[in-house]
């Protein structure tokens, strides 16, 4: 079949993205063929502004999913690998409405009504498109199991990365095998990291969704583990499986613990080459300290005998605005985990390691505040002050 056979035949103009009708797209996927490296990077760019902004997903994104698909398979076009991981995105995507509603300001749009029949029925809609790009993104699995074995390491590792997107149970048995399977043949580092982040991913999810902490997961487990150990390894693929082990670390202390000392090592030491690797796998969006931070805080601390939260300080001081943020969010998620009932909202009652984080999250200076309205939000979710004045001004002395 000729790329882009029937991509005419779609009514894109009745179809609408998040900036109307969608009759953009056709020219848009075209562009992605193009041999001009920046004609398929403003294509690529309009495409994560329209199908997929934000986060959120649209009418017509399932229709664009299988002339995608066919640009993943043309061995002509250049740097698909992009063109996987922005499957990855429209995989994952969200309802405009299902992912705003709880916002403290969206009832204060008149429009938006929760409890009108119209916000019912468009949320409907909404999440109808939703299941219908995840799905249409799922049929592409078939090709994604096939890019495993491409001569391009970046296309093998998108295409584990893309495969690791795929969470719905049914999807499992057909998922975990063959990134096991490609697992032991794969010699690229960045490839062999990409399996192991989608093998992680699979295994907690359906751990998070079964309850299960079964023989066949601790199987999976063990496989990670004697990757985090191994000394032929390199140092890359070995952060990358001990932030998967942390996923599925709960089904083992042993596990767990391991994970921890591997993650808290490379906080306490980070190498360039390693940053630099990390920088370059299909999903990384941040440096990579701020991710390990994110994997420790989902650990239990006892597990490494010790708290991870003055490792965590350090690293916040040193990282840039959106790593702070993603440091933050883990330093609080360690000391108030279950929100604002963990503290009672007594300044007297705060343990060493909570006064600690609220002391540095105070500081106007911290990078942790160059998203200042995200970071208010953050620390509002956990009923705490959410500016620096008010938090100096909650953990300043009372006058006896």
């Not at 990855?88 to 299902?98: C, K, W």
């Not at 980070?270 to 440096?287: I, T």
Request: hydrophobic share 45%; glycine share 6%; proline share 5%.
């Amino acid at each position: 079949m000729a790329l882009f056979e029937g991509l005419d035949d779609v009514a894109w103009h009745s179809l609408s993205h998040a900036y109307g009708p969608a009759d953009d797209v056709p020219g848009l996927l075209r562009n992605l063929a193009s041999d001009d490296a920046n004609v398929r990077s403003e294509a690529m760019h309009a495409l994560y502004g329209n199908i997929w902004h934000q986060g959120t997903v649209y009418e017509a994104t399932a229709f664009a999913v299988p002339f995608l698909l066919e640009l993943v398979q043309d061995e002509s076009i250049a740097a698909r690998h992009e063109t996987l991981v922005l499957l990855v995105h429209l995989a994952q995507g969200n309802s405009y409405l299902d992912a705003h509603q709880h916002l403290p300001t969206f009832d204060q749009l008149p429009m938006f009504d929760k409890e009108s029949a119209e916000f019912k029925e468009q949320i409907a809609w909404e999440l109808g498109w939703v299941q219908a790009a995840y799905m249409a993104v799922r049929d592409g699995l078939p090709i994604y199991r096939r890019l495993l074995e491409h001569p391009e390491s970046d296309l093998r590792a998108a295409a584990a990365y893309t495969l690791s997107c795929l969470l719905d149970p049914a999807a499992f048995d057909g998922v975990v095998p063959v990134l096991l399977a490609r697992l032991e043949s794969e010699t690229d580092d960045g490839a062999r990291a990409s399996l192991i982040h989608g093998l992680g991913l699979q295994v907690g999810v359906r751990m998070a969704r079964d309850g299960s902490t079964s023989g066949e997961v601790l199987s999976y487990a063990d496989v990670v583990a004697e990757i985090v150990r191994s000394e032929t390894e390199s140092d890359l693929v070995r952060l990358v499986a001990a932030m998967a082990l942390a996923t599925i670390a709960p089904a083992s202390p042993v596990h767990a613990k391991l994970a921890a000392d591997r993650l808290l090592a490379m906080l306490g030491d980070r190498s360039e080459e390693v940053a630099e690797g990390y920088r370059r796998l299909p999903w990384a969006d941040e440096d990579v300290a701020g991710e390990v931070c994110g994997s420790l805080a989902e650990l239990d601390q006892s597990v490494a005998g010790f708290s991870f939260i003055p490792a965590f300080l350090q690293a916040l001081q040193a990282a840039d605005a959106l790593t702070a943020l993603t440091i933050a969010q883990a330093l609080l998620h360690l000391a108030f985990r279950d929100g604002p009932d963990s503290w009672s909202a007594d300044v007297q009652r705060l343990t060493e390691d909570q006064r600690a984080i609220l002391e540095a999250l105070a500081q106007e200076d911290s990078p942790c505040w160059g998203f200042n309205g995200n970071m208010a939000l953050m620390l509002r979710a956990y009923g705490l002050p959410d500016w620096p004045d008010k938090l100096q001004a909650m953990l300043a002395p009372r006058p006896s």
